[in-house]
């Protein structure tokens, strides 16, 4: 099982940009996904998630501007990010709770993405 993160890059203040997350392999369920970041010098941060009942939660600093949306039958997860702040400058990193098959059950496992480095100038 793996997860696949896409769509970083640089962009200008006010400017636009779309993150997607692809989980991949022998996938039984998943619970959670959702999308975390991680500035220079701090701690790695919860910027939106979206639990398998359908609610979303997003950090206080990104509402309204940010949507996190999920399509569980491609095992995806996506994050528009939308009037971005050079704050918002981090490494983004897609998290899923996936459960694999186990012996008739499921297996839960928290997987990460590779990180994807979202820039943005002033």
């Known amino acids: 099982v793996q997860l696949q993160a896409s769509g970083g890059g640089l962009v200008q203040a006010g400017g636009s940009l779309r993150l997607s997350c692809e989980a991949s392999?022998?996938?039984?369920?998943?619970?959670?996904m959702g999308w975390y970041r991680q500035a220079p010098g701090k701690q790695r941060e919860l910027v939106a998630s979206?639990?398998?009942?359908?609610?979303?939660n997003y950090a206080d600093s990104v509402k309204g501007r940010f949507t996190i949306s999920r399509d569980n039958a491609k095992k995806t997860v996506t994050l528009q990010m939308n009037s971005l702040k050079p704050e918002d400058t981090a490494v983004y990193y897609c998290?899923?709770?996936?459960?694999?098959?186990?012996?008739?059950?499921?297996?839960?496992?928290?997987?990460w993405g590779q990180g994807t480095l979202v820039t943005v100038s002033s």
């Open positions: 998290n899923a709770q996936i459960g694999t098959p186990y012996f008739g059950r499921a297996s839960w496992t928290d997987y």
């Open positions: 392999g022998i996938i039984r369920s998943i619970q959670d």
């Open positions: 979206f639990t398998s009942g359908g609610n979303t």
